[in-house]
């Protein structure tokens, strides 16, 4: 038998680092945030979007459909903010509420807060509060969040300002 040849050319092939094929990120989660209206739905969605958090603001109060807020996109956590109504009166001075009307929204919103991962009662806070305690809540469960600021979305529901 004759003996073994080595492939030369074998033997002086280097090898390359191969890249892998980068994988497409995950999308972050969604937080939807709920409530009644002037509770501060818009300006909590503004202040998580600024710090990186994917926040939309769900307009169920103003809708028969209970489960308005699962519809649509993936919800990953859900942020309830509740008002009175003289909250309601004092900041939306320009609408008029009624006991009613604000008995109304609690019926529609009841599946929601009874599903909301943080339930806010933003009365007593202010805006830099509620985003405080909102912010405070994401951070202990490590939720994760673009490093950058998030495009703003368009107002929806009563944030939508008549012309």
Same mark, same amino acid.
């Given at each position: 038998?004759?003996?073994?040849?080595?492939?030369?050319?074998?033997?002086?092939?280097?090898?390359?680092?191969?890249?892998?094929?980068?994988?497409?990120?995950?999308?972050?989660?969604?937080?939807?945030?709920?409530?009644?209206?002037?509770?501060?739905?818009?300006?909590?969605?503004?202040?998580?979007?600024?710090?990186?958090?994917?926040?939309?603001?769900?307009?169920?109060?103003?809708?028969?459909?209970?489960?308005?807020?699962?519809?649509?996109?993936?919800?990953?956590?859900?942020?309830?903010?509740?008002?009175?109504?003289?909250?309601?009166?004092?900041?939306?001075?320009? %609408?008029?509420?009624?006991?009613?009307?604000? $008995?109304?929204?609690? /019926?529609?919103?009841?599946?929601?807060? =009874?599903? *909301?991962? +943080?339930?806010?009662?933003?009365?007593?806070?202010?805006?830099?509060? %509620?985003?405080?305690?909102?912010?405070?809540? $994401?951070?202990?469960? /490590?939720?994760?969040?673009?490093?950058? =600021?998030? *495009?703003? +979305?368009?107002?929806?529901?009563?944030?939508?300002?008549?012309?």
């Amino acid at each position: 038998m004759p003996p073994k040849r080595k492939n030369k050319a074998r033997d002086n092939v280097t090898l390359e680092a191969i890249e892998a094929p980068s994988l497409p990120a995950r999308p972050l989660p969604i937080i939807k945030v709920v409530g009644i209206s002037g509770s501060g739905k818009s300006t909590l969605v503004r202040g998580l979007r600024a710090v990186g958090y994917d926040a939309r603001p769900v307009s169920q109060e103003h809708s028969n459909v209970p489960t308005l807020w699962q519809h649509f996109e993936r919800t990953g956590y859900l942020i309830y903010l509740y008002t009175t109504i003289e909250a309601q009166r004092q900041r939306r001075q320009e %609408v008029t509420w009624t006991k009613e009307a604000h $008995l109304e929204e609690m /019926r529609r919103l009841a599946h929601a807060r =009874e599903h *909301a991962d +943080l339930r806010i009662d933003t009365d007593q806070l202010s805006p830099e509060g %509620v985003l405080g305690v909102a912010l405070s809540y $994401l951070r202990s469960r /490590r939720v994760r969040h673009a490093g950058e =600021e998030l *495009a703003s +979305l368009p107002a929806t529901g009563s944030a939508i300002k008549p012309s």
